[in-house]
């Protein structure tokens, strides 16, 4: 299966939105080569703006030029937007409702050897506190394409959590995806396994080897963790009766603590986590890394065990 990381969207998304509306403009942290922004900057130099490595002046900039009635797209590293720039988000995008879409790229431990302070562990967290802004986490290239496109209806504050890794080509061109929205990928009546990101392959690796021990886990795919699609994940509770959730995040505030607080308060079940357990990042190969945190189909298999065995009936 050919593969692609969700970051090489952008080389194709923005231009084609730049197409759609003159207002669209691309703000960028001087990473334009490895955001593959850099085919944006060459087909439109006017309506791109290198601010340098200056993230937060690179928000205040977006939200300056969404007042203005532009449409700007706002990009740079992970660890360093919805990190080094969260005050600027919280006061200058997400308090005053602005268009402004935040596309966050080298995310998650796959960065690999740029290490901890490159590896955005919290980010989901941080962006799901904020009122009023949206947050998307694409699977795949096609997905993540069709959320950056789709983005131009969306006049709210968006973040979109790209990753480095390449990944399988999963969707087809064709699928649509949209904030609120969720996948079921695979189907099943034993278990519901949610995921986002990466972890969505581990969870289908994980839905065959279960298969196999005769148990049926159902995989959604949670591309929207806010707002979550909670209407599909209950309904799918209800039939299964335990739920375990994988991420590439903290398991504190991200994908794992949305589909808690949901479940807490509506159909309380046996629930497991798979995800970064309080730590920050370290240096390696994004395998190696997967394998140190224990993000991979074997710790879903696991996990699954243990709900499954307690599951409510």
Request: overall charge negative; hydrophobic content about 40%; proline content about 5%.
């Amino acid at each position: 299966m050919e593969r692609k990381s969700t970051r090489e969207a952008l080389k194709d998304a923005l231009p084609e939105l730049a197409g759609l509306d003159e207002g669209v403009v691309v703000i960028d942290a001087d990473v334009a080569s490895s955001t593959y922004v850099k085919t944006f900057a060459e087909e439109f130099p006017d309506r791109y703006y290198n601010v340098g490595i200056a993230e937060q002046n690179m928000v205040e900039v977006a939200s300056g030029m969404a007042l203005g009635g532009m449409k700007p797209y706002a990009v740079a590293f992970s660890s360093f937007l919805a990190g080094r720039a969260y005050d600027q988000i919280r006061c200058c995008v997400a308090m005053p409702d602005l268009n402004v879409k935040l596309i966050a790229t080298h995310a998650g431990i796959t960065v690999g050897e740029d290490g901890g302070t490159h590896q955005m562990l919290e980010d989901l967290a941080l962006m799901r506190t904020l009122p009023n802004m949206t947050v998307m986490v694409p699977a795949d290239y096609w997905s993540a394409r069709d959320l950056i496109v789709s983005s131009f209806k969306y006049d709210k504050p968006l973040y979109i959590r790209l990753g480095r890794m390449d990944v399988p080509l999963f969707y087809s061109p064709k699928e649509e995806f949209k904030p609120g929205g969720g996948k079921i990928v695979r189907e099943g009546r034993d278990v519901t396994v949610v995921a986002c990101g990466i972890m969505l392959f581990e969870a289908l690796k994980a839905a065959e080897i279960l298969a196999r021990q005769g148990i049926e886990a159902e995989v959604i795919d949670c591309y929207s963790v806010k707002p979550l699609p909670e209407d599909l994940i209950q309904s799918s509770v209800r039939r299964t009766g335990c739920c375990v959730v994988a991420e590439e995040h903290n398991q504190v505030g991200g994908l794992c603590g949305a589909v808690a607080e949901s479940l807490g308060m509506s159909y309380p079940v046996p629930l497991r986590f798979v995800a970064i357990r309080d730590r920050f990042g370290e240096s390696g190969t994004p395998a190696e890394l997967q394998e140190y945190y224990s993000l991979t189909h074997r710790e879903i298999v696991g996990a699954v065990a243990q709900v499954w065995a307690t599951r409510r009936r």
